[in-house]
Nanobody, 129 residues
Framework: QVQLVESGGGLVQPGGSLKLSCAASGRTYSTYTMAWFRQAPGKEREFVAAIMWSGGGTYYADSVKGRFTISRDSAKNTVYLQMNSLKPEDTAVYYC??????????????????????WGQGTLVTVSS
């Protein structure tokens, strides 16, 4: 089993930047795709971005395209989410998730998250002045 631990959340002003990290441990060799989802208060969980562990192919939600960048450091078993030009509507708990399925399988299942098998505990991002 893979364990995921997110970090890097906090309070940031509109227009600011924040970088989230997701450290994976355990049976990381079984991980094929990792993703970030978020859930704002009173709203359903929504997809943010995903990345293939091998090869680095990526996919983004339209709402974050051009502002957020997902990346991975294979040596550190860590996935990152660089968030720039943050808006109040980006306020949410951000969750890291992993799966042994392909990036295309994850994308095909959107907006659902049933293809993701392991989840972190989440990290809160608040965008406010």
């Amino acid at each position: 089993q893979v364990q995921l631990v997110e970090s890097g959340g906090g309070l940031v002003q509109p227009g600011g930047s924040l970088k989230l990290s997701c450290a994976a441990s355990g049976r990381t060799y079984s991980t094929y795709t990792m993703a970030w989802f978020r859930q704002a208060p009173g709203k359903e969980r929504e997809f943010v971005a995903a990345i293939m562990w091998s090869g680095g192919g990526t996919y983004y939600a339209d709402s974050v395209k051009g502002r957020f960048t997902i990346s991975r450091d294979s040596a550190k078993n860590t996935v990152y989410l660089q968030m720039n030009s943050l808006k109040p509507e980006d306020t949410a708990v951000y969750y890291c998730a992993a799966t042994s399925r392909s990036l295309s399988a994850v994308v095909a299942a959107l907006p659902g998250a049933t293809s993701l098998e392991v989840w972190g505990q989440g990290t809160l991002v608040t965008v406010s002045s």
